[in-house]
Nanobody, 123 residues
């Protein structure tokens, strides 16, 4: 099993930046993909970004391309989401997730999830 702990959320003004972190522990040697999702109350959880843990290919939702960057520190078993040019529409709870298989944008394909961290962008 894998445990995930997120941090870095907060309140920022539109146009500002935040960096989210996701630290993994447990059976991390089996991780193949790490991803970020976000969810607004009353809406479905949506894909944000994903990265191959070992080899580095990255994937982004169209809504965040050019603004968000996913990265990782393999030695620390930590994934990051650098969010620049934040918009009020980015306000949501952001979740880190992992799976043993290759990339997927579907939340149901991910096995382990963090508790989520709130990101609020004001105008």
């Amino acid at each position: 099993q894998v445990q995930l702990v997120e941090s870095g959320g907060g309140l920022v003004q539109a146009g500002g930046s935040l960096r989210l972190s996701c630290a993994a522990s447990g059976r991390t040697f089996s991780i193949a993909t790490m991803a970020w999702f976000r969810q607004v109350p009353g809406q479905e959880r949506e894909f944000v970004a994903a990265s191959s843990w070992r080899y580095g290919p990255t994937y982004y939702a169209d809504s965040v391309k050019g603004r968000f960057t996913i990265s990782r520190d393999n030695a620390r078993i930590t994934a990051y989401l650098q969010m620049n040019g934040l918009k009020p529409e980015d306000t949501a709870v952001y979740y880190c997730a992992t799976r043993y298989g290759s990339y997927s944008s579907q939340a149901v394909r991910y096995t382990y999830w963090g508790q989520g961290t709130q990101v609020t962008v004001s105008s």
